[in-house]
């Protein structure tokens, strides 16, 4: 029997979350996902400092800011993953303009003007934007230039209604930090078919495809391969390169858990949120509002960190 990786790919569309170029030749994924904690860790590693040293040597010579050279190593990594993924690359706008839209679009525009610079198209490039409200505008004003987005740090049915009407190509519904919030508040342990992460994805699933909505859904965040598993057949699912590794060494055999048509009487009815209703369902949503406004932090943390990097390698 093929391996449960392998019949994973005949049901979903498999994306690595790692900047390890070596860990994605290995499991050939479609598309690849990056964010500042995956690059600081890549920029570390032995095999891929030259193209840490390409940034900071383009840094020196313009005399740049160790922001500047973070945007740059961002997109060697990401131009680098686009020659190995036949699909679609992510690159995440800087975590800690999470709540100006106008600086994300900003943003968005010069890591994709750079992508070009190198022979990237915006088709292979996908920007990832929180999914607080500023992020939901810019969004809406990149997909209108042409530019997709991967709306990252979601949470919440609201969040992702809110991406859908904003037209957002593709949404990152996180499933591990929702177990870690409930285990924490209740000191329960969860199977995969009782995981809420697991049901959180399975009914934004529900939501889009009951409302026709062409936002793509992509599980990430994962803790075990069991929630892996129980989400089979979701549009996209973006999975660390140890639990690939063990997927393509289970033999077991793997049933699809996620289909259309859908035939839950439990789907909401379709939302349609302006800003104040939009922050109030967040608002109301404890683990969704905890764990959006945790995640940012721990992005600006990494971000923080890896241009400190730069900052030292710039003045040596």
């Keep these: 029997m093929p391996s449960k990786l392998d019949q994973l790919k005949t049901m979903t569309t498999i994306v690595a979350d790692t900047g390890d170029m070596e860990s994605i030749r290995a499991f050939q994924p479609v598309d690849c996902t990056t964010n500042p904690t995956l690059i600081l860790k890549a920029a570390q590693m032995e095999a891929y400092a030259h193209l840490v040293e390409e940034a900071i040597s383009w840094g020196r010579k313009g005399g740049r800011s160790a922001a500047q050279v973070t945007d740059r190593l961002a997109v060697n990594f990401g131009a680098e993953l686009a020659k190995i993924v036949p699909g679609r690359v992510s690159t995440e706008v800087d975590a800690d303009l999470s709540f100006d839209a106008q ?25 990832k934007l929180a999914a607080t409200w500023e992020g939901v505008q810019a969004a809406r004003v ?9 709306m990252t740090l979601l949470f919440s ?4 209604a809110a991406c859908a009407e904003a037209g957002a190509f593709l949404i990152s519904p996180f499933v591990g930090r929702i177990l870690d919030w409930h285990k924490k508040a209740t000191g329960k342990d969860f199977t995969a078919e009782t995981d809420p992460g697991v049901l959180s994805v399975r009914g934004i699933y529900n939501y889009y495809k009951t409302y026709d909505v062409k936002t793509v859904v992509m ?7 069991g929630e892996i598993e ?17 997927l393509a060494e289970d033999q077991g055999r793997l049933t699809r858990r996620l289909a259309t048509p859908v035939n839950d009487i439990s789907v909401p009815a379709r939302m349609a ?42 003045q040596a």
């Design 219 to 225: 599980g990430a965040s994962f803790r075990n391969t």
């Design 273 to 314: 949120l302006d800003e104040k209703t939009f922050r109030f369902l967040l608002n109301e949503d404890a683990m969704a509002s905890e764990k959006l406004a945790e995640g940012i932090r721990l992005f600006v943390a990494d971000l923080r960190a890896l241009r400190e990097l730069t900052s030292r390698r710039l």
């Design 103 to 127: 600086a994300m679009i900003a943003k968005a525009r010069e890591l994709i003007a750079d992508y070009a610079s190198r022979g990237v198209g915006r088709e292979r490039i996908l920007i």
């Design 157 to 160: 049915v609201a969040q992702a």
């Design 142 to 150: 990149l997909q209108s230039e042409g530019i997709d987005c991967n």
């Design 230 to 246: 129980a989400l089979a057949g979701c549009d996209r699912l973006t999975i660390a390169p140890a639990l690939l590794q063990q």
